[in-house]
Structure formats: structure tokens, C-alpha cells
Nanobody, 128 residues
Framework: QVQLVESGGGLVQAGGSVRLSCAAS????????LGWFRQAPGKEREFVAG????????YYADSVKGRFTISRDNAKNTVYLQMNSLKPEDTAVYYC?????????????????????WGQGTQVTVSS
């Protein structure tokens, strides 16, 4: 099992940038794909971005493609989400999650049920 703790959220103006971090503990961190999800009030949790275990394969939701970048540093047991050109509709609680399946390819793994370790979430609020 991987334990995850997000940080880096806050209030930002539309058009601005924020970088989220997710620190992991657990010896198997480097064996698992990781994902970022978000949940806005009254909405279901939705996939944002995923990255494979070595960081060479990434996958994005259409709504964030070209604006967000996911990366990971296995030496630091950390995954990042760089968010640029933020829009008010990006406002949500952002969660990082570890895939259930070791060595999974992130493409298509957009269902939250595919992930079995979750952080507590960090709020990102984008003002217009």
C-alpha cells in the first residue's frame, strides 16, 4: 500500500499557475502508475492526468490537455501536477492516487475504482 499526501493548492487568478505535489511513502512507489483526479462541489470525481511507473508515459483528460503537466521523481517519491492557464472551471479538490495494478499504462485508466490509494486532497480555487 502507498500512502499519499498532497500539497500546493490555494487561491489563484484565472490565467495563473499552480504546482501540486504528492509525496508518497511505501517501498513500492516506483512500481505503480499514479493519477491526479479532481472533484468540484456537487460533481463526481474526474480523472485529470496519469503517469506510468517510470514517468515516460502520460495521459490527460481533454479538458486539461496542453495546460497541465504531470511528472514524477521516483528518487523523491513524489508526483507533481503543473497547472498553467488556469480557468475558474478548474476549481476543485485535487487528489493524487496510486493505481491498483503494478506497471499499469495510464492511458484509459480514468476510472477512480482503478486506484486503491488516495491522498486527502488539496483545494485549488481559481478566481475570475
Amino acid at each position: 500500500q502507498v500512502q499519499l499526501v498532497e500539497s500546493g493548492g490555494g487561491l489563484v487568478q484565472a490565467g495563473g499557475s499552480v504546482r501540486l505535489s504528492c509525496a508518497a511513502s511505501g517501498r513500492t512507489f516506483s512500481s505503480y502508475a499514479l493519477g491526479w483526479f479532481r472533484q468540484a462541489p456537487g460533481k463526481e470525481r474526474e480523472f485529470v492526468a496519469g503517469i506510468n511507473w517510470v514517468g515516460r508515459s502520460t495521459y490527460y483528460a481533454d479538458s486539461v490537455k496542453g495546460r497541465f503537466t504531470i511528472s514524477r521523481d521516483n528518487a523523491k517519491n513524489t508526483v507533481y501536477l503543473q497547472m498553467n492557464s488556469l480557468k475558474p472551471e478548474d476549481t476543485a479538490v485535487y487528489y493524487c492516487a496510486a493505481d491498483r495494478q503494478a506497471f499499469a499504462v495510464p492511458a484509459g485508466r480514468t476510472d477512480p475504482s482503478m486506484y486503491n490509494s488516495w491522498g486527502q486532497g488539496t483545494q485549488v480555487t481559481v478566481s475570475s
